[in-house]
């Protein structure tokens, strides 16, 4: 049996990057996508729990979902078989049209689909590709990257599922490294105008961004022109910082005997 591949992106369900990974995954793995109906870069791993939502077949194997790319793997997932014949083997987002480097994880739609795939115990994948990189070939070296994960896994994948984020440099030909979350830093400002109305709106965040050095990371090995591979977790728990909430709860438990 081909394996069943679940396809999301952010940048919506007919991207061309999305496009070329469905084709080149096509080759190898039975697949079948469910992306936001429109660009949702940025939205991170929000779910519309105060709306409806609303699900196109836009054609054999393809859905849309006005909603986020977690919501779109959400319902690819749990709504029995209108949209997955079977729980799938693996979970690709991507391939997303800009990079996702360092910090940009924490915000980026490409990487919640991913992780909410993981979420649910699936082998989970990531795809970035620079606005510079050939698409065709970036397309073809994150579905062996893809593939390969799926292997790695094995049927029964593993717990907690791996997840697994990649960027691949400007170029068509790149070295591959395993890397760690590195530091992208932006221009951060808010800046104010006004409409021909008179009214005032605002745009947050600016143009500019910087890579502070991080040795063995993904934006080391992009300013390098290398792919990075970078393992994320799904645990949050911050073990260096057990001693400050122990404290605090110290403190609070004696001032309430007291």
Not at 11 to 38: K, N, T
Not at 72 to 95: K, N
Request: with cysteine; aromatic share 4%.
């Amino acid at each position: 049996m081909r394996p069943l591949i679940l396809l999301s992106n952010d940048d919506g369900y007919s991207a061309p990057g999305l496009i070329a990974v469905r084709d080149e995954l096509a080759l190898h793995a039975d697949v079948v996508v469910c992306a936001p109906a429109v660009n949702q870069s940025a939205t991170s791993h929000s779910l519309s729990l105060h709306r409806v939502l609303r699900l196109l077949e836009a054609a054999p194997g393809v859905f849309a979902v006005d909603g986020t790319p977690a919501d779109c793997i959400y319902v690819a997932l749990h709504a029995g078989t209108r949209v997955l014949p079977r729980r799938p083997d693996l979970v690709v987002s991507g391939m997303n049209h800009g990079l996702n480097l360092g910090s940009d994880i924490f915000y980026s739609g490409t990487v919640a689909a991913a992780r909410e795939g993981a979420l649910r115990g699936i082998p989970s994948i990531a795809l970035s590709a620079d606005a510079g990189a050939s698409r065709p070939a970036a397309a073809a070296l994150g579905v062996k990257l893809a593939l390969a994960l799926h292997r790695a896994a094995g049927p029964e994948g593993r717990r907690p599922a791996p997840l697994l984020n990649v960027n691949i440099p400007a170029g068509s030909s790149w070295p591959v490294r395993a890397t760690r979350i590195g530091a992208r830093l932006y221009t951060e400002e808010v800046i104010f105008r006004r409409d021909p109305r008179g009214h005032e709106y605002l745009w947050i965040g600016g143009a500019g961004v910087r890579h502070d050095l991080v040795p063995g990371s993904d934006t080391e090995a992009y300013d390098e022109g290398a792919v990075s591979v970078t393992p994320l977790t799904l645990d949050l728990f911050a073990a260096q910082h057990e001693g400050v909430a122990r404290q605090l709860a110290a403190e609070l438990n004696d001032g309430r005997t007291g």
